[in-house]
């Protein structure tokens, strides 16, 4: 170990580390402790998966906590699942076992007499999530004090996953509200694999704070790669994930089930997809290969519409010594330890280079392993009746793209920036519920002045109260306090107005008093009656729609349900110039298969017949493509500028504009007039009629969810930079 650092640490936490036979300590651990030991400031440690990071933050805080005993919580650990926030306690229970630290975790799934234990008497270090923590607010205002009085330090894991999200917004208003009401000022320490930026990381954290960033900057993992490709005849239908309603299947689909099973059935790996309904598909599909082979399943479903029974044993079965394949989504994308993989899949392209390099990080994690990912991307068999922008494969640029990036160890820089009134709705009702009632500018100083809606003036603040009002949201009382509305009690009291996200309505499915998921529509009920969840095939006998409950039996039928729909996902710039790269280059990838290879040869012919690299707009027939090569936010806001201000019949899809009865002479034109007297971005926003994407967003004022929409999804400067290079 490093002797100097090790030094540092308390003779409890030494003689841990001695039991555990740790031979040294890591540079991450090494640079961590200095800084906590040897300065004041906040902290940003960028590491890759498995390197450590939790014990360079917990090391350097227990022991100080060991050294200076806190009345209450010594510490807070913030996590973004609840299976993260399991697996953590289990780490830091080992660390602390010879010490008197006590290690608590709290949220739906911890009894309530543990919960009454630590409230009446706090102390050591708090497990929690956003949502829990804004109940312990609303509803344990007394103990505050008591728990949180004395905090010196709050850990904030997967950082990346709260930046620029109502998630974040939340959680740094929370620790503002409680600066305020207790005057705690804890050092933050942020952790994360994979942070484009760990400045602006660090200022999203503690803006004028002072905040040290600890990178490590060793080699990464060695890489083995493979994008495997799977077209569709043209008499197939391609399979859109949101649009499968049935188990029915092709060839194609065939092929990629069987290639899924050949390649998976004898590893432990994740595979990981962007749609619900296709992880259920094809965990369908390879169950009933298996049945016909005869073979054994290994195969799994983890998501979460899937009840905590059935994700705990899904990662229960990860870490026995035998192969497992879980189809997942992003609930097994972050740390929770689901042992050693061997292999990671991802089916499509994924939705950003941050999740890639997270899901790629989930194997090869011990030293001198490999990490290992192959790509499964289906499109169909580029024809002239297709679309230009489909004979160009977008899944398939955009899957080598976000793989190239990944390679080049960039990914998204954090959005710190966003406008959100609909998570300052949530917190104002949560404020005054937590105080009881309190003066308009207070809570404009708690909430904005003090705390973290900063972009929000006074005159919109104001603006915002009135409306919330007006909706029976808050009142104002004679003497001047703001309290509680009708409606806003209902809203408060609501199990669900802790999280700022929606959860929607859902039936829970049940067997045998068994909880095995949920979906957020009743399926087919009339002569089919059946569904497929949790990789399994159910029989429909009784729909409870008072209760939201579905009673099944196992059944060989089946049929795919819905799920909550999701937001969509923006591609960054620098995605789509990597995606223009291969297209206009030469590149050949080597871990391209056969297929992939083919469908590069045949994009790049159609982008050279139509001189797509020469002239970004390309005429076929009545419709006009444009090819910005922009960002999805520039795109998004040269749309709207085309249809909504310019009166153009237009589309977007994922690389360009598609116009019905323009020309390319009348689109430059009208682009011209357009950048001379464009419009603002608010008064842009206001024409686009999907705005209110936030789960508060139905009580904002017409003109706010303009701002908001226009602060977090247009981008005006960079769209007439675009039209002005033209």
Not at 92 to 120: F, Y
Not at 221 to 237: D, F, K, M
Not at 491 to 508: H, I, K, N, P, Q
Request: with cysteine.
């Amino acid at each position: 170990m490093s002797s100097s650092a090790f030094l540092k640490l308390h003779p409890a936490i030494q003689e841990q580390l001695y039991s555990m036979n740790w031979g040294e300590l890591r540079p991450i651990q090494v640079e961590a402790i200095n800084k906590i030991f040897l300065s004041e400031d906040h902290l940003v440690i960028a590491a890759q998966t498995a390197s450590g990071k939790t014990e360079a933050a917990f090391l350097p805080l227990l022991s100080q906590l060991l050294s200076n005993p806190v009345s209450g919580l010594g510490a807070v650990y913030i996590g973004p699942l609840k299976a993260l926030i399991n697996d953590q306690f289990s780490r830091l229970e080992i660390l602390c076992q010879k010490s008197d630290i006590a290690v608590h975790r709290w949220h739906g799934d911890v009894s309530a007499a543990q919960k009454r234990k630590l409230v009446e008497d706090p102390s050591g270090v708090l497990l929690i999530t956003p949502e829990s923590m804004e109940s312990l607010l609303i509803n344990k205002t007394a103990k505050l004090a008591a728990m949180f009085g004395e905090t010196r330090f709050v850990v904030v894991d997967e950082l990346h996953s709260f930046i620029g999200n109502s998630r974040g917004q939340q959680l740094l208003s929370q620790w503002a509200r409680l600066r305020w009401a207790l005057k705690c000022a804890p050092r933050w320490v942020g952790l994360s694999a994979t942070l484009g930026d760990l400045q602006l990381a660090g200022k999203w954290m503690r803006p004028n704070e002072p905040v040290s960033l600890i990178e490590d900057l060793q080699e990464g993992r060695n890489v083995a790669l493979s994008l495997q490709g799977y077209l569709h005849p043209p008499t197939e239908i391609s399979r859109n994930p949101s649009k499968i309603i049935s188990p029915a299947t092709n060839a194609t689909d065939e092929k990629m089930a069987l290639d899924l099973f050949n390649q998976f059935k004898n590893e432990k790996a994740l595979i990981f997809g962007n749609s619900k309904q296709k992880l259920e598909y094809y965990a369908d599909q390879v169950r009933r290969i298996a049945q016909a082979q005869n073979h054994p399943n290994p195969f799994f479903v983890h998501h979460g519409s899937l009840a905590r029974s059935e994700r705990e044993d899904v990662e229960a079965a990860l870490h026995k010594d035998r192969p497992t394949a879980v189809f997942c989504s992003s609930t097994l994308e972050m740390g929770i330890d689901v042992g050693q993989l061997s292999l990671v899949g991802q089916l499509d392209a994924p939705h950003s280079v941050n999740s890639l390099v997270q899901r790629l990080g989930r194997s090869g994690r011990k030293s001198g392993d490999t990490a290992k990912l192959r790509v499964l991307i289906d499109e169909a068999t580029a024809t002239v009746q297709n679309s230009l922008d489909r004979r160009l494969y977008p899944r398939l640029l955009q899957a080598y793209a976000m793989i190239e990036l990944t390679l080049d160890k960039w990914c998204e820089p954090p959005n710190a920036e966003q406008l959100d009134f609909s998570t300052l709705i949530q917190q104002i009702l949560s404020l005054i519920a937590q105080t009881g009632g309190l003066p308009a500018i207070s809570v404009y100083h708690v909430l904005v002045t003090h705390g973290v809606f900063s972009k929000v003036n006074s005159s919109e603040f104001a603006f915002l109260l009135k409306a919330l009002g007006e909706k029976h949201l808050i009142e104002q009382m004679p003497e001047g306090d703001l309290i509680l509305g009708i409606d806003g009690e209902k809203l408060v009291r609501s199990f669900e107005f802790y999280a700022t996200f929606a959860s929607g309505d859902e039936y829970r499915v049940v067997h045998q008093g068994r909880h095995i998921g949920s979906v957020s529509a009743q399926p087919g009920t009339g002569g089919d009656g059946y569904l497929i969840l949790a990789g399994r095939r159910w029989k429909i006998l009784e729909v409870r729609e008072k209760e939201g409950i579905i009673m099944v039996l196992p059944a060989q039928s089946g049929k795919l349900p819905n799920f909550q729909g999701t937001m969509w996902f923006d591609l960054a710039p620098e995605v789509v110039l990597k995606a223009q790269e291969l297209l206009f280059g030469d590149h050949q990838p080597a871990y391209f298969n056969q297929t992939a290879r083919h469908m590069l040869s045949s994009l790049r012919q159609v982008a050279q017949d139509f001189g797509i690299q020469q002239n970004p707009f390309v005429l076929e027939g009545k419709k006009t493509y444009w090819f910005p090569w922009a960002g999805s936010r520039c795109q998004r806001t040269l749309m709207g500028m085309c249809k909504y201000w310019g009166g153009l019949d237009v589309t977007e899809e994922s690389f360009c504009l598609i116009f019905d009865g323009a020309s390319p002479v009348q689109i430059k034109d009208q682009l011209k007039s357009l950048a001379k007297q464009s419009p603002n971005p608010v008064e842009l926003a206001s024409l686009f009629p999907m705005k209110g994407l936030l789960k508060y967003d139905e009580f904002l004022p017409e003109d706010l969810l303009n701002r908001q929409f226009a602060a977090n999804h247009l981008n005006m400067l960079q769209a007439i930079e675009v039209i002005k290079h033209l």
